[in-house]
Structure formats: structure tokens, C-alpha cells
């Protein structure tokens, strides 16, 4: 048995059209080629998942199976190599759930060295400790798999992915720019009308109207505040301020009456806004609940949705004292977190991250800047019987694909990790450290 496991999750390989593109696979290959070449006995559990099955929509059971060797020669090649040199086992997640479904899986995986486990969760030995391996959506209840095993048990997200992931791939080349297919990086799901309307105004809108309502949005603020100045004067309570802005826009000639024209224009807008706020307001409301209903956005006395994966970790923590690590992937943002003497790791994913920035000014759309972060974890045995958590990055360049007007508006996200490099736990002496352990920032 291994005493040493590297743990990733949620490369999401597969799926109709423009999903099959996957941006790091040399980086994927180059990873499982060096933990062929590792002089060490370990193992590589990836925790869910690992393909989009749920995004194929042409073929159905196992017969994706064969469009994924079809697709991806070269990966499951290298996984049968790998898999000689060292123990690779993948568990289901919800995206490739269908793994759990049919025992075909289990054999057509075995031909590449891969060993799939049919179930919810695995444990694996470390050192004194066991570490409590799962994807984590049967905590998501969106995603949640009511009868595990069977293959038309599927969840509210299941039919979204088919009718919205899996569209998204097959529409995503048909824009000015092929963004749509982003979509499996948008989280949370609450954040995808945003998301889409910020892809629209900066890649998708035609230019000559982008650029006559850039100057109304970004002095809309300013817009705000000369309402007050018009209101005061038309009201006959104070006029100075506005003959003050006047006399000083007058000094610039016709860009200043320009500016004052964008500025009625504003005006105008903030009259009709008021206007429709009322009724607007009760839609927006009533709009909020019916979404909350559907479990598509929370409202503030929800449950952060960390919170449910850490008090998952807590139940595995107290039915098994021997369970020093909860491992668990599904959310897309690797984390190190203490719970008491142990630890809950989130393993991340290897697809596009998204970090949402808003404009420095104005009221334009939210500029989502793309970056990379393949990570993966190595847990082995401590001198003292404890586990030690190590974590690392991949270097992969950020893909650079923010447009001028984008970067001009907004400040580059910062992107540091706040993950430690390494954790030693040891619960039965009361130790967890280093202390700083979190949550790395995704949007």
C-alpha cells in the first residue's frame, strides 16, 4: 500500500464542440510524466470530476468513453504509461457520474492503468491517520446524486450542464470572440448573468455603440450628482452650484458643452430610472425569491457554501477519530482549512479561473480577467506519524485575453495564494500547522 498521494480534481476533459478544447493538457501530460519518473511509492487519486460527460450530448453511456480516447490519444496513453509506474484511481464526480453507472467504466479505464472506485467516497493510510477522500456534491443540492449507482438518478444540474454547458460548447465559435465556452469557470452559477452581460458589452456589442455609451455610463456617478445640482435650482433653492459647473464647462468650448450634453443625457436617464424604480423594485424582489425557491442564489441568512463542506468534514471527523484529513473537491477553490486538530482540503480545479473586477468608475459592466492555477496536493507520512499536506502550483501564463477598453477600466486582479506551502496535522497531539491556513480568493 502507498504511503504517499498526489491529489487533483475537476479537469472537466470532454464535452460537445468547443468544450473538447483543453488548455492544459500539455501541462497535464507533462505532471503525469514526472510522477512516472518519481522514485517514490505513491499514489494519484483524482477526486471527480475528471471528465464532462454530462457535456456530451451526441453519444450516450459508455460509448463517450470512446469519444474521449477518440479526442484525447495522447492523455490516456500517457495514463497507461503512468499507470505502470504508479497506482493512478479516479473516483466519480457529478460531471462524470456516469462512471459510477456502468461497470463498463471500471474495465475500459483499467486498459489505461486506471483504476476506477464506484463509489461516493474512498480512504486512503497516512502515516498514523487515515485521509477521507470524496467529490463533495452530495453536499451541493444542486447537484446532489439521490441514488448513487444508478444511471437516471441525475440532479437539477445534470439537465443545466445538457441544456446549458453543453449548448454553450456548441455555440461558443459562432462569436467575434470564443468565450462561451468559459462557462464551466463562471462561479458561482449565480454569477453567469453577469458574466454574460460583461462578455456581451466588451466582445460581442458593435463597436460604434459600445463607444457612444461608454462616456454615458462612466460619468453616470457624476450624472447622479448634477441631478442634485439641477434639482436645487429648478427648485429655487440653490442656484450657484449649477452656474458655477456651467461657467466652468463653458471655459472649455464645444468638448465642455459636449460634456454638458452627456451630462443632460444622464439627467434624462436618472429621471426615467426614478420613475420605474418602484415597480422595478417589487419585480426584482419577487424575481430574487423565485430564484431563491430554485436554489439559484441564497439569500443573507443562507449558509456560506464553504460552511457545508466544512461541517461535511466535522461528520467524517467525529464518526472516525482515526480521519485526520477530509479531502474534497466540486467547488473550483482550493483551500486549507483547520477544523479543530484536522484538516479540509479542497483540491480546486485545473480549468480557467475567472476573477471579477468592477470599473474603476462609472457603471460598466464587471470585467472578468482569466488566469490558471494548476495545482495539486502531496500528502505523505510525518516523522511522528503525522500528515504532511504539501501544496503546489503548476506555472502556466495567465491566457491574456482582457480587450484595451477592459484594462483600461479596471486594475489587474491580485492573485496571490494564501495556501500554505506546507501543513503538518496531527490530531492526537493537538497540532495543525502552519496556522495560516484559508480559502485562495476566485472571484
Do not use: C
Not at 27 to 51: C, K, M, P, S
Not at 66 to 72: F, G, M, P, Q, S
Not at 255 to 270: F, I, S, T, W
Amino acid at each position: 500500500m502507498p504511503d504517499t498521494y498526489y491529489l487533483i480534481s475537476d479537469l472537466h476533459i470532454g464535452g460537445d464542440e468547443q468544450l473538447e478544447q483543453v488548455d492544459f493538457l500539455d501541462e497535464l501530460l507533462d505532471f503525469l510524466r514526472d510522477l512516472a519518473g518519481r522514485d517514490e511509492d505513491a499514489e494519484l487519486i483524482i477526486n471527480g470530476d475528471a471528465f464532462g460527460l454530462w457535456e456530451f450530448t451526441g453519444v450516450e453511456g459508455p460509448a463517450k468513453f470512446d469519444a474521449l480516447v477518440e479526442r484525447y490519444p495522447e492523455l490516456f496513453e500517457q495514463l497507461r504509461t503512468t499507470g505502470r509506474e504508479m497506482p493512478i484511481t479516479l473516483i466519480p464526480g457529478n460531471h462524470d457520474y456516469e462512471l459510477a453507472a456502468y461497470p463498463e467504466y471500471v474495465d475500459r479505464l483499467a486498459e489505461y492503468n486506471v483504476t476506477l472506485e464506484q463509489e461516493v467516497a474512498i480512504e486512503r493510510p497516512v502515516g498514523d491517520y487515515l485521509v477521507h477522500v470524496e467529490h463533495g456534491m452530495q453536499e451541493d443540492p444542486n447537484n446532489r446524486i439521490p441514488d448513487f449507482g444508478n444511471p437516471y438518478a441525475n440532479p437539477p444540474g445534470y439537465f443545466v450542464n445538457r441544456q446549458i454547458t453543453s449548448r454553450a460548447g456548441r455555440l461558443s465559435g459562432r462569436g467575434k470572440y470564443n468565450w462561451l465556452k468559459d462557462i464551466q469557470a463562471v462561479t458561482p452559477m449565480t454569477q453567469i448573468p453577469d458574466w454574460m452581460v460583461s462578455n456581451y458589452f466588451y466582445r460581442e456589442m458593435s463597436a460604434w455603440l459600445r463607444f457612444s455609451v461608454v462616456p454615458f455610463l462612466l460619468l453616470f456617478n457624476v450624472g447622479l450628482l448634477y441631478v442634485g445640482v439641477f434639482a436645487l435650482d429648478r427648485f429655487g433653492v440653490w442656484s450657484l452650484p449649477l452656474a458655477l459647473i456651467q461657467q466652468f464647462l463653458g471655459l472649455f468650448g464645444p468638448a465642455g458643452r459636449l460634456v454638458e450634453l452627456v451630462l443632460a443625457g444622464n439627467l434624462v436617464l436618472v429621471l426615467l430610472l426614478l420613475a420605474i424604480a418602484v415597480p422595478l423594485s417589487v419585480f426584482v424582489r419577487d424575481a430574487r425569491k423565485t430564484l431563491r425557491r430554485f436554489g439559484l442564489t441564497r439569500s443573507r441568512t443562507d449558509v456560506e457554501p464553504v460552511e457545508k463542506y466544512l461541517n461535511r468534514a466535522r461528520t467524517v471527523f467525529a464518526s472516525n477519530s482515526e480521519v485526520a484529513v477530509y479531502v474534497y473537491g466540486h467547488t473550483h477553490r482550493p483551500s486549507v482549512t483547520e477544523v479543530g486538530d484536522s484538516l479540509a482540503l479542497n483540491t480546486g480545479t485545473w480549468l480557467k479561473r475567472l476573477h471579477r473586477v468592477d470599473p474603476l468608475f462609472g457603471v460598466l459592466p464587471p470585467v472578468y480577467y482569466s488566469s490558471y492555477r494548476l495545482n495539486y496536493f502531496r500528502l505523505s507520512p510525518a516523522a511522528d506519524g503525522g500528515v504532511i499536506v504539501e501544496y503546489d502550483v503548476i506555472e502556466k501564463s495567465d491566457p491574456g485575453e482582457e480587450t484595451l477598453l477592459q484594462r483600461l477600466l479596471t486594475r489587474s486582479p491580485e492573485r496571490g495564494s494564501s495556501l500554505p506551502d506546507r501543513t503538518v496535522v496531527s490530531p492526537d497531539s493537538g497540532t495543525a500547522e502552519p496556522a495560516e491556513t484559508g480559502s485562495e480568493p476566485s472571484n
